[in-house]
C-alpha cells in the first residue's frame, strides 16, 4: 500500500503529541540524614559562606603563589580543557530535536553486457555501450522524540558537563591547599635550620667549656668526646634541613606550573600571618559548598537520565526521510526540471522484539548504577563531615600542645642555662648539661612540628569546608 501524504502528516502529528510522553522518572535528590552540628565544634557557626583564599590565607608571599598555580597549574589547564570539550557536548546534545540532512551527488558509468536484456534494449535505446547515471539528492532524517530521549541526553550532557565544572573547582580548592602546606613545610624547614644553627652555637659554646676545663685536669676526655657528639647532632641536622628546603622548593616551583626554582616567603613562623577562627557553618551547608559533594549528586543525576534512556531504548522509535533531487542518464538533462525531479517520502517504525535480553539487562544495570551513585553521593557527604570534624579536633588539640610545649621550651630553656651555671660552678656533670641542651633541641624541634600541625589543621579545615577560589 503507497505511503501517502496524509498518512505521513498524521504520523508527524501522532509524534509530536507522543513525544511530551517520558519514560524516566523526574530526579529527586536522595534522602540524607545530616547531623545538627559537627563533632568537636569549638568555632562560631555562622550562615553558609564563602571562603576565597585571599581572605582566609594572609601571607602576601603565599597568596602570590596561590595566584601563580591557579594560572599555571598543568593540572588545572588539562581538566579546563576538559571541561571546554563537554561543552562542546552538552551544547550538541541540545540540538538532538533537529533533523540531520545530506546533500549526495554523483556519477556513473556502467557497462552492459551485451548478451544481457538491459544491455541490449540500453544499446538500442542509447546507441551507446554504457549506461550514465547522474544523481543529485537532499535527504533529511529526523527521529521522533517520543519517550524524552533527546530531553534525557541533553539532562545527561548537562549534569555531566556541571559535574566537571565541579571536579574543575575541587581540584583548584586541592591546589591551593597543596601550595598552603608546601609553604608551610618550608617554614618549616627553616626554622629548623635555625634551631640547628642555634644549637650547634650552644654546643660549640660548651665544648669550648669542657675543653679548657680538660686542659686544666678539672674534667676527663669522655666529657669532650660526649660534647662533640652533641654538637655533629645539631650539626647533622643543617645539610637534612637544606636537602629537604631544597626538594620542598622544587615542589612548589612544579604546583606553580614552572620549573624547579627558589620561593620567596615569610623570614619566621612567628610573623607568618593565621587565621584564628572563621564561621563553619552546619553540615547540611555541605551540599551547597563543597564542590566535590555536589559533583556527586551531578552524578546521581547523570545516573538517573542513563536510566532513562536504557528504558527508551526498549520501546518504538519514528524516524522520517524524506528526500528531493534529480536523476538522469545523460549529463544535459541532468537539472533539466521537472523531468530529472526526483521525490521520495518514507517513513520508518522500529520496535524491538528479541534481542537476547539485551536490553533489558542494559536497562537493569542502568539502575544499579543509578544506586550506586546515590549510595556514593551519601558517602560523600558522610566523608565531608567527617573530614571537617576531622579538621577541628586536630586543629583544637594542635593549640592545646601549642600551649603545652610553649610552657616545656621555657623550662628547658632554664634548665640549659642552670645546667651551664652549675656546671661552671662545680655542681653539676658535662652529662647533665649535655642532656638539658639536647632535650632542648629536641623539644625546639618538636614545637615546630606543632605549629606546622597547626597550620595544616586550618589548611585542611579550609578545604574541608568547600575552600573558594573566586
Excluded at 255 to 278: H, K, N, Q, W, Y
Excluded at 291 to 299: F, K, Q
Excluded at 380 to 396: C, H
Aim: hydrophobic share 40%; with cysteine.
Amino acid at each position: 500500500m503507497a505511503l501517502s501524504i496524509n498518512h505521513i502528516f498524521y504520523g508527524v502529528g501522532v509524534a509530536v503529541l507522543l513525544s511530551s510522553c517520558s519514560v524516566n522518572k523526574k530526579y529527586s535528590r536522595p534522602e540524607l540524614e545530616t547531623p545538627t552540628s559537627y563533632r568537636n565544634t569549638v568555632e562560631l557557626t555562622g550562615d553558609t559562606i564563602s571562603l576565597p583564599y585571599k581572605t582566609f590565607f594572609k601571607d602576601a608571599y603565599l597568596t602570590a603563589l596561590i595566584d601563580k598555580a591557579l594560572d599555571k597549574n598543568k593540572d588545572i589547564s588539562v581538566a579546563m580543557m576538559n571541561l571546554r570539550q563537554l561543552d562542546l557536548s552538552y551544547k550538541q546534545a541540545k540540538l538532538g530535536l533537529l533533523p540531520t540532512a545530506e546533500l549526495s551527488v554523483s556519477a556513473a558509468r556502467n557497462y552492459l553486457s551485451k548478451s544481457s536484456l538491459n544491455g541490449s534494449l540500453s544499446e538500442q535505446f542509447t546507441g551507446n555501450q554504457h549506461m550514465d547515471d547522474y544523481s543529485a539528492s537532499l535527504t533529511v532524517s529526523w527521529e521522533a522524540d517520543i519517550w524524552g530521549k533527546v530531553a534525557m541526553q541533553k539532562e545527561s550532557a548537562r549534569a555531566n558537563f556541571f559535574m566537571q565544572h565541579e571536579n574543575l573547582s575541587a581540584l583548584r580548592t586541592r591546589i591551593v591547599s597543596q601550595v598552603a602546606q608546601a609553604y608551610y613545610n618550608l617554614i618549616t624547614l627553616d626554622e629548623q635550620l635555625k634551631v640547628a644553627s642555634r644549637n650547634i652555637a650552644l654546643s660549640d659554646t660548651t665544648l669550648q667549656i669542657i675543653k679548657l676545663q680538660f686542659e686544666s685536669a678539672q674534667t676527663n676526655s669522655l666529657a669532650v668526646d660526649q660534647a662533640e657528639a652533641q654538637k655533629k647532632t645539631a650539626e647533622l641536622l643543617v645539610p637534612l634541613a637544606k636537602q629537604n628546603i631544597a626538594i620542598q622548593e622544587n615542589v612548589l616551583s612544579i604546583l606553580c606550573g614552572s620549573f624547579p626554582d627558589s620561593i620567596a616567603r615569610a623570614s619566621t613562623m612567628e610573623t607568618t600571618p593565621f587565621v584564628e577562627s572563621f564561621p563553619i557553618g552546619v553540615p547540611a551547608d555541605m551540599l551547597s559548598r563543597r564542590p566535590d559533594v555536589r559533583a556527586a549528586e551531578y552524578a546521581v543525576v547523570m545516573a538517573n537520565a542513563g536510566t532513562g534512556l536504557a528504558k527508551a531504548q526498549m520501546y518504538p522509535s519514528l524516524r522520517l526521510t524524506p528526500s528531493i533531487g534529480t536523476n538522469s542518464f545523460q549529463f544535459n538533462n541532468w537539472f533539466d526540471l521537472p523531468g530529472s525531479l526526483v521525490k521520495n517520502i518514507a517513513g520508518n517504525i522500529t520496535q524491538p522484539i528479541f534481542q537476547n535480553k539485551k536490553l533489558k539487562t542494559a536497562y537493569e544495570i542502568a539502575k544499579i548504577e543509578q544506586e550506586k551513585s546515590a549510595e556514593q553521593f551519601r558517602l560523600t557527604v558522610m566523608t565531608a563531615v567527617s573530614e571537617v570534624s576531622d579538621a577541628l579536633a586536630k586543629r583544637q588539640y594542635a593549640d592545646q600542645r601549642v600551649a603545652l610545649i610553649e610552657q616545656k621550651k621555657t623550662a628547658l630553656q632554664k634548665a640549659v642555662s642552670d645546667a651551664m651555671l652549675l656546671y661552671r660552678s662545680g655542681m653539676a656533670t658535662y652529662l647533665e648539661v649535655i642532656t638539658a641542651q639536647n632535650n632542648s633541641l629536641q623539644n625546639d624541634l618538636e614545637a615546630i612540628s606543632i605549629q606546622k600541625e597547626r597550620f595544616d589543621a586550618a589548611t585542611d579545615l579550609y578545604r574541608a569546608l568547600g575552600g573558594g577560589v573566586d
